[in-house]
Nanobody, 126 residues
Framework: HVQLVESGGDSVQPGGSLRLLCKAS?????????MGWFRRAPGEEPEAIAA????????FYTDFARERFTISRDIVANTVALQMNSLKPEDTATYYC??????????????????WGQGTQVTVST
């Protein structure tokens, strides 16, 4: 049974930074070809942020995330992180970690990932 647990969500002021962490169990994370981060704001549709191929570390970003967000993985710790800088009020949302099943070999933010965490709340306000 795959479990993804997010952490690191918090309330910050505009311009601040946060580092979200996703712990995958059981490991290793490269049993999932691709892991990613998504978010959903109240009343909005889910939005893809970034993905990473766990094997070679290649990353994929949606346009809004490219300059301020960075996705990374730690094979030893079985974690995927999302570093978020210069946060804006519109970044307020619940952030979700996702992973593809072991039999899936694509890494595509427009396609279903299969496994999802419970989410961690990020609030950006003065």
């Amino acid at each position: 049974h795959v479990q993804l647990v997010e952490s690191g969500g918090d309330s910050v002021q505009p311009g601040g930074s946060l580092r979200l962490l996703c712990k995958a169990s059981p490991g290793p994370i490269d049993r999932h070809h691709c892991m990613g981060w998504f978010r959903r704001a109240p009343g909005e549709e889910p939005e893809a942020i970034a993905a990473i191929r766990t094997g070679d570390g290649r990353t994929f970003y949606t346009d809004f995330a490219r300059e301020r967000f960075t996705i990374s993985r730690d094979i030893v710790a079985n974690t995927v992180a999302l570093q978020m800088n210069s946060l804006k009020p519109e970044d307020t949302a619940t952030y979700y970690c996702a992973a593809t099943p072991s039999w899936v070999f694509y890494c595509d933010l427009s396609r279903d990932f299969g496994y999802w965490g419970q989410g961690t709340q990020v609030t950006v306000s003065t």
